[in-house]
């Protein structure tokens, strides 16, 4: 079946350091997004991407479709504690409702 | 407004019990998605409707678990009889086909099952 690779896995980062993680497929996608989810709860959505090298920003967050509409990736900058949790790539293909989705990174802040 | 709300949160029950879980889509929206969730197997799909109908119940395990749409806003999935490696964490998300992007899916908070 389709897959995504998604990584790190893990990452234990400082207080005020810049993340960044990353999606590929050998699939092509038409949408890309990125949630978060908290412990008990459910993925909240943080950026959703529609076009191949979009670029896009959500406060301290921004995410990229890749060119080749194969790949995303998602970086935080001054990272602070409430952004700890794990981060899911997800991606559509065609007309589909379903979503592809990455295993997850859990971005855990050192203290 | 109001988001995706489940019922329950936690469910605790013994092996060859049935079990219900219950989801409440936002108002307006006309999708529905059953997840499950676990550490070795992460999200995966189980079945979504759009429109009360079904559209693919291909990640549905097996015969044992079943979903409803009995009407626009609310879906139950069931697992009869439940095993414990029906232990994880079950969400529902919706979404809209009117507001132009199909894709966008909330989620609800969850219900975490444990079958002892």
């Known amino acids: 079946g389709q897959q995504l690779n998604q990584s790190p896995q893990s990452m234990f980062i400082q207080e005020g350091e810049d993340v960044s993680m990353n999606c590929t497929s050998s699939?092509?996608?038409?949408?890309w997004l990125w949630y978060k989810q908290d412990p008990g709860e459910g993925p909240v959505l943080l950026i959703a991407?529609?076009?191949a090298g979009e670029l896009t920003s959500n406060g301290r967050l921004t995410a990229q479709f890749g060119i080749t509409r194969k790949d995303s990736f998602l970086n935080i900058s001054a990272s602070i504690p409430s952004d700890v949790g794990i981060y899911f790539c997800?991606?559509?293909?065609?007309?589909?409702?379903?979503?592809?989705w990455g295993a997850g990174t859990k971005l855990i802040i050192k203290p | 407004d109001a988001g995706v709300i489940q019922s329950p949160r936690h469910e605790v029950t013994e092996m060859g019990q049935e079990v219900t879980l219950r989801c409440k889509l936002i108002?307006?929206?006309?999708?529905l998605f059953w997840y499950r969730q676990t550490m070795m197997r992460g999200l995966e799909l189980l079945i979504y409707?759009?429109?009360?109908?079904?559209?693919?119940d291909s990640g549905m395990p097996e015969d044992r678990f079943s979903a409803k749409m009995p009407n626009a806003s609310f879906s139950t999935l069931k697992i009869q009889p439940s095993e414990p490696r029906d232990s994880a964490v079950y969400f529902c998300?919706?979404?809209?086909?009117?507001?132009?992007?199909?894709?966008?899916?909330?989620f609800g908070p969850g219900t975490r099952l444990t079958v002892l």
């Open positions: 991407l529609y076009k």
């Open positions: 699939s092509i996608f038409n949408t």
């Open positions: 409707f759009n429109n009360n109908v079904p559209i693919d």
């Open positions: 998300a919706s979404s809209s086909l009117t507001l132009g992007h199909t894709d966008t899916q909330y």
């Open positions: 108002s307006g929206h006309n999708s």
């Open positions: 997800a991606g559509q293909l065609g007309s589909n409702y379903q979503l592809i």
